[in-house]
Structure formats: C-alpha cells, structure tokens
C-alpha cells in the first residue's frame, strides 16, 4: 500500500498551486509551470513543453539543460529559416520561444558553469531579433545608472499610440531578466495603448555588475533614472507613467514609487511585505504573549513604512496559494485603505487558477486584471493633472 501511494506522489497532477509535472520536485514543477503557463501569450507551445518534459529525469540538471536548449535551438533555426523565406511573423514567432527556451535551459546551471553565458548569450540575441522585426521597431536602450554603470532596457512602442504615449515600466525581482517581460506583457500592454519599457535593474541582466552588490538605495535610485530617460523623450506623456513589480519585484516597484512622485500609478505590494516583516519582528520581540491585532501593530509602524510615502494608486496582486497569506494581506489591506492610501486588492482565488504566485500558472489572467487596472488609472490621470 506504501509503494502504490509513493507511486500515486509522484504522478503529475494538478493541485492549487497549478499544475505539478514532478510533484516530487518542486523546483522543477514550479518552472515547468512558468514556461508552460507563458504558452498563451507566444512565449512557447503546450505540445513542445510536454515534449521536453517526456525527455527530463526529475532532478536530473543535464538533462533539463540538454532539452530546453535543443528546443530552443530548433526555434532559433525555425526562425531564422522563415526569415529567409519572408516569413517574418513566423520567423518572430519562433525567435521570442527560442529566448524563453534557452533561459529555462539556462536556470538549473552552477553560477561557475562556462555554458550559462554562452546561453544567454543565445537568448539575448532570439530577444534583439524579435525587437528588431516588430512594428513599430523595439528599442534597445542603454542608459547610465546612479552610480555610472550602466543599465539596459528594452522599449516597445505600442502599434498606433497616441503621439505622446503613456508607458508602462516593468521590472522583474533579483534573479529575473528583461527578455522574460516579452513573453508576458506586450500583447496586454498594447492591446489598451500603452507602450511598455522593461529594464534590468543593478545586479540583474545577462552581464550584472561584477560585484554583485546592490546598495539599499540603488533600485529606487536606478528606476528614476529610467522616468528620468522617459521624461527625456518627445513621444511619451511623462504625466501617464506606471510601474509594474512582476513577482519579486513587486517590492521594488513599491520602493520606487515611494521615492518617484512622477509615477502615476503601481501595481507593487504596496509596502505590505514590509508592514508583514516588521509587524512579525515587533512581536516576536515582544514576546510570544502579546495579543496585539495586525492593525495595532501596523499602526506603532505606519510612520516608517513604505506605504506612507506611496501618492500614486496603487493595486497589490495575490494568488491564494501565494508566499503570504491572503488573510494577513487583506489585514493590512483594510489598515492602508482606512488610513487614506488609494490601495486596490487582487486575490486569485484556486478555483479560477492563477493562484501561484505572480499568477505564473495562468499569467493571462493576472494581466488582463493588471493593465485593465493601469489603463484605468492611467487615463484618469490624464484627465485629472
């Protein structure tokens, strides 16, 4: 009986988080999950994720390396076949799956291992070629940061913008890369008109600055930079510009945003993970007895919080399965909204998927809440500055 309930673990299901390919390996599933889910929005197709999956040994890193990377490689060689041919939205098609294929091969590889630059590499040029053939042509910006280095984005013109376009700044979390936006976020964007510029921040992209280390006021710092290149442009309405923390960014955005009254609207968390982390560490420290509400506590710590500095809108995204409890940050979502923050809450609920964290199970879903959210807010903007 043990042996047919190990064996019933181990069948790939799906549960509340989405869907578990090797749910006896987290890791795995959880990235499987990622490139699967971006399947609907031209990052990759169902039948060629499934396919690599048939050929990985769970927990065996060569073997996931080896199959997302002779993917891509095909993509890559799709691509550049129907470009030859004239076949350029085929030849787009491929190039943006390549990218993605060659970083999920990339994710599993030692920091030391001489393969990971040579693959990113690859990813990088399937991204620049993608850009370069869509219509209105993707930018490759390259501007310098607050402490000289410099720092890369890329900017996509929405097709039939206004003259001055509002724009949408997305950034990933620490380990994230630029060209992940470009699976995610460009049809959503420019379906409603908005143009997006995604970026790398200091200690992320293909070539991070060689120390690796980020200062406690880089990232604010460095995405004010990026307005500040905005701002610097004819063709963008410096009055109607979001910033979007996808997953671990989220925190960064919220930084940011209290930092850069020039923001107009973000979807960030809003300072709660800051509130959570130091509402956790009061009490801890103030002993185990202490039966003070999340709103008592919140309030001891609201003058040094994030969220108090925040003048923009702001929308928090969860997914009920996500890393913090979706009562706790309905908690403190009731003490901001109470305390004059201009807050909205998003919880995705299990039952209609995107309920991983970041929505990475079903990112269409999230997206569309998301930049119907921004265009919102966005177009009062406009009207009310």
């Known amino acids: 009986m043990l042996i047919v309930n190990a064996a019933r673990e ?8 989405g869907w578990m390919h090797w749910p006896d390996n ?7 999950m990622q490139v699967l889910g971006t399947a609907q929005e031209g990052g990759s197709t169902i039948s060629e994720c499934f396919l690599a999956a048939t050929r990985i040994t769970s927990g065996d890193d060569e073997s996931w390396h080896r199959e997302w990377k002779k993917l891509a490689d095909t993509c890559k060689s799709r691509g550049d076949l129907a470009l030859r041919q004239g076949n350029t939205n085929t030849a787009q098609s491929n190039w943006l799956r ?10 599993f590889l030692n920091i030391d291992d001489r393969r990971r630059g040579h693959i990113l590499e690859h990813m990088q040029i399937c991204s620049h070629l993608y850009l370069s053939h869509l219509v209105p042509k993707g930018e490759i910006i390259q501007i310098p940061g607050s402490d000289d280095s410099l720092m890369q984005g890329y900017f996509l013109r929405a097709p039939g913008a206004a003259a001055q376009t509002p724009v949408v700044i997305c950034i990933g979390g620490p380990d994230h890369l630029k060209e992940e936006h470009l699976c995610k976020m460009p049809r959503h964007a420019h379906a409603r008109k908005l143009s997006l510029l995604v970026v790398d921040l200091p200690g992320q992209g293909v070539s991070p600055r060689s120390d690796n280390l980020v200062g406690p006021n880089d990232i604010e710092t460095s995405i004010s930079c990026w307005v500040d290149y905005l701002a610097s442009r004819g063709d963008v309405d410096v009055e109607r510009i979001a910033i979007f923390g996808d997953s671990l960014g989220a925190s960064f955005a919220s930084r940011a945003a209290g930092l850069d009254h020039r923001l107009s609207a973000a979807v960030c968390d809003g300072g709660i993970w800051d509130l959570y982390e130091r509402a956790f560490l009061l009490k801890r420290i103030s002993g185990d007895d202490n039966q003070e509400s999340i709103k008592d506590q919140v309030s001891k710590l609201w003058r040094q919080s994030i969220a108090n500095r925040i003048r923009c809108p702001i929308l928090v995204t969860l997914g009920e399965c996500d890393w913090l409890e979706t009562n706790y ?3 403190f979502y009731n003490y901001l909204k109470e305390a004059g923050v201009d807050i909205s809450l998003k919880i995705f609920l299990a039952a209609e998927t995107a309920a991983s964290h970041a929505q990475i199970d079903n990112p269409t879903i999230g997206n569309e809440f998301i930049f119907d959210w921004i265009a919102a807010r966005l177009g009062k903007s406009r009207v009310t500055k």
């Open 10 to 17: 181990s069948v790939p299901r799906y549960d509340p988080r």
């Open 98 to 107: 390549a990218s993605n294929y060659y970083r999920t091969a990339e994710l």
């Open 26 to 32: 987290e890791d795995y599933s959880y990235r499987f």
């Open 329 to 331: 940050a309905a908690e």
